[in-house]
């Protein structure tokens, strides 16, 4: 048996994109025990291509719908375009984001507002998608950190992870919530202490 999966795309206008993924054969006459259904390593070389496809798409649609000023509707100039290099679950992909000039409407100078937009800014913060940073607190709260990136490597498509951006991420996500905490309690606790110091030992959180 042959195997050969194809991406289809179908956008808001009705246009519709088709690109093979990838393929795998299944001979019937020579399977062995471990070769039945997808293995991992198929699923992950079908991922990675998988994630390029929707991601692109997806930035070429917001690009363009970014053009469109909220104002009075006229397109905006593109002023350049900026390599950006999003890392996902799914892989790390280097993209070409535009960025947007203002708006001739618009009194004020583009040097007042903080000069051309870029529409991905909004949905790729820290460089990352949400799920990937979720995935990387989730194991690293449970796991040694050097562990977490071994079993992101294993199952997954993604970028190797590097302990060091995963203590960075682990270390933003836990400051967030104790100052998320630190302020529900500061009026109760005004004057006692000042806030926690948080401490990570390789995937121990200890709290002083």
């Not at 070389?45 to 997806?58: A, G, K, V």
């Not at 529900?184 to 110091?197: I, R, T």
Request: glycine share 6%.
């Amino acid at each position: 048996m042959d195997v050969r999966i194809i991406f289809e795309a179908t956008f808001e206008n009705g246009t519709t994109r088709k690109r093979p993924l990838g393929r795998f054969s299944r001979p019937f006459r020579s399977t062995q025990p471990e070769g039945f259904g997808m293995l991992l390593e198929d699923a992950k070389s079908m991922l990675w291509p998988l994630q390029q496809e929707i991601l692109l798409d997806q930035i070429q649609q917001i690009s363009v719908a970014s053009r469109v000023c909220p104002e009075c509707s006229r397109a905006r100039a593109i002023h350049d375009y900026r390599t950006r290099v999003p890392d996902t679950l799914f892989g790390r992909f280097q993209v070409k984001a535009p960025r947007i000039r203002r708006c001739a409407c618009n009194a004020k100078s583009d040097a007042a507002l903080g000069g051309p937009l870029s529409p991905l800014t909004r949905f790729f913060p820290d460089r990352s998608t949400s799920e990937l940073r979720r995935l990387q607190a989730e194991l690293g709260a449970r796991h040694s950190l050097r562990e977490a990136a071994r079993i992101m490597e294993i199952f997954l498509p993604c970028a190797k992870q590097v302990n060091t951006s995963l203590r960075n991420r682990f270390g933003k996500i836990a400051r967030e919530i104790n100052d998320s905490e630190y302020a529900e309690s500061a009026v109760s606790s005004a004057g006692k202490s000042a806030a926690p110091l948080p401490v990570f030992l390789d995937g121990a959180h200890i709290r002083s």
